[in-house]
C-alpha cells in the first residue's frame, strides 16, 4: 500500500496550490479519502474528506477552509486532490493523505505547505 503526496511548497499569502496524493495497493473507490494537516507544535487536524462513490462521494470542510478548499478524486487514476485557494498563513503545516474504510486506516509520509504574509 503506497500514498505518495506531492504539490506542496512555499507560496505567498493569497497564492494557490494544488495537492495531490497518488494511491495504490488497495481498491482506492471504496476507500473515504481525507487531507489532515499539522502545524508545528499543534495536533494533526482534519481538513478536508470525501467518501467513497457508493456513499455519493459527499464532501466534507474544517470550518476553517470552507470556500477556499476544494477536495477531489479521480477514481481511475487513484488520485485525490486538494486544490487550495487563498492561502493564509495559518494554513502553514505538513498535509497528509489518508485512506479509510472500516477499521482499516493507510496514511502517507506528508507534503510541506509554507504560506508566507
Known amino acids: 500500500v503506497q500514498l505518495v503526496e506531492s504539490g506542496g511548497g512555499l507560496v505567498q499569502s493569497g497564492g494557490s496550490l494544488r495537492l495531490s496524493c497518488a494511491a495504490s495497493g488497495f481498491t482506492f473507490s471504496s476507500y473515504t479519502m481525507s487531507w489532515y494537516r499539522q502545524a508545528p507544535g499543534k495536533e494533526r487536524e482534519l481538513v478536508a474528506t470525501?467518501?467513497?462513490?457508493?456513499?455519493?462521494?459527499?464532501?466534507y470542510y474544517a470550518d476553517s477552509v470552507k470556500g477556499r478548499f476544494t477536495i477531489s478524486r479521480d477514481n481511475v487514476k487513484n488520485t485525490v486532490y486538494l486544490q487550495m485557494n487563498s492561502l493564509k498563513p495559518e494554513d502553514t503545516g505538513v498535509y497528509y493523505c489518508?485512506?479509510?474504510?472500516?477499521?482499516?486506516?493507510?496514511w502517507g509520509q506528508g507534503t510541506q505547505v509554507t504560506v508566507s504574509s
Open positions: 470525501i467518501f467513497s462513490a457508493i456513499t455519493g462521494g459527499i464532501t
Open positions: 489518508n485512506a479509510r474504510r472500516q477499521s482499516t486506516n493507510y
